[in-house]
């Protein structure tokens, strides 16, 4: 496949991507399966529906929610003398436009040139989803070291010295971590070496479902 043909598909598979907000207010890309038919190079929507079905089946086997990629809408098109009519149609995220792909007729050149759009285009907000996360985890981290700092220094100020603010911390890892003790914590992650703070995951995942 030439560079112009490469261009060519990329720009055509750019040009019908649409923006809308999912349920929690996020901004979220989608493809409607109509659009994405003659991008495809499907001259029946029949036809296509096929590879719908299979990327469905495909989505299903692979433990994922199919109505979290595939929502099924209707769409009016317009007919002779001005009438109208309802047709089937789907909402696609760039998780099922990719299955879709990869259940298509691989005999179409654009069939061929999808599976590795969408393949990218996956990786690249997984990657980007990965560096939020990261940031998010460095923030918290940030946040944490601050307050056990104002805490120590309350502590110290109080009197108590190094064996029983080693001692209150405990206490509080222990509650924080369902009554396992930090160095528990630490053999149950497998960590050698290091705070244990910087291990921990984010995203609403607490430290006794690791």
């Not at 890309?29 to 990327?55: C, D, K, M, S």
């Not at 990719?98 to 259940?103: H, K, R």
């Not at 990786?123 to 560096?131: M, N, S, V």
């Not at 497998?190 to 995203?203: E, Q, V």
Request: proline share 1%; net charge neutral; glycine share 8%.
């Amino acid at each position: 496949m030439d560079i112009q043909k490469i261009q060519q598909y990329k720009s055509a598979f750019d040009e019908i991507v649409k923006e809308v907000k999912d349920d929690e207010g996020n901004s979220i890309e989608v493809w409607y399966a109509r659009e994405l038919q003659t991008v495809l190079g499907y001259a029946r929507w029949e036809n296509f529906v096929v590879a719908i079905g299979r990327a469905i089946e495909s989505c299903k086997t692979l433990g994922i929610s199919v109505d979290d990629h595939f929502r099924e809408v209707t769409k009016m098109i317009a007919l002779a003398k001005g009438a109208h009519r309802e047709v089937q149609d789907f909402m696609l995220t760039r998780y099922a436009c990719y299955l879709i792909a990869q259940n298509g007729d691989p005999k179409k050149e654009e069939v061929a040139f999808a599976q590795s759009y969408f393949a990218v285009q996956t990786r690249k907000a997984e990657l980007i989803e990965e560096r939020l996360n990261e940031i998010a985890r460095l923030d918290t981290r940030e946040r944490l070291r601050a307050s056990e700092k104002q805490l120590s220094k309350n502590i110290y100020q109080r009197g108590v010295d190094d064996r029983g603010f080693g001692r209150i911390r405990s206490k509080g890892d222990q509650a924080l971590f369902g009554g396992l003790s930090t160095e528990q914590m630490k053999r149950r992650l497998g960590i050698k070496s290091g705070a244990l703070a910087d291990h921990l995951l984010t995203g609403g995942q607490t430290p006794c479902e690791v």
